[in-house]
């Protein structure tokens, strides 16, 4: 598991979200790919943090944010770590934000990133 990202964190497999979504494997690399999702590798797997899943589809602002860090120059591993991680700007974790439906302050507070 990267570090920063804390142990107790729950994960989902490619084959969970198969079940969940109802998608075969191919298309859930796809969101993987597409930055629909986010993914790590866990002991070896490839897993996806649970909280960017909501009912039966992907967190819908995760897309975005996931570009703007990417695009700030993180890895996968990072910008996981930086959505997990407690955001003192925020107040919370960025994930917290984005399900809360709190995505321009996480968008705002990704931008400071870049520069």
Same mark, same amino acid.
Request: aromatic content about 6%; overall charge negative; charged content about 25%.
């Given at each position: ?27 859930? *690399?796809?969101?993987?790919? $597409? *930055? ?6 866990? $002991? ?12 039966? *589809? &992907?967190?819908? &602002? ?12 993180? #890895? ?9 991680? *407690? ?6 974790? &960025?994930?917290? #934000? ?18």
């Amino acid at each position: 598991m990267p570090e920063n990202i804390a142990p107790e964190t729950p994960f989902l497999t490619v084959a969970d979200l198969v079940e969940r979504f109802g998608l075969t494997p191919g298309k859930i *690399h796809r969101l993987i790919e $597409d *930055h629909q999702l986010a993914a790590v590798r866990v $002991d070896g797997v490839l897993q996806v943090p649970a909280e960017f899943v909501v009912d039966d *589809h &992907p967190l819908p &602002p995760l897309r975005g944010t996931l570009l703007v860090l990417l695009d700030a120059g993180f #890895s996968d591993d990072e910008a996981v770590a930086w959505l997990l991680a *407690h955001n003192d700007e925020l107040g919370e974790r &960025p994930v917290e #934000s984005l399900r809360a439906g709190r995505k321009s302050a996480v968008r705002r507070a990704t931008q400071a990133l870049a520069f």
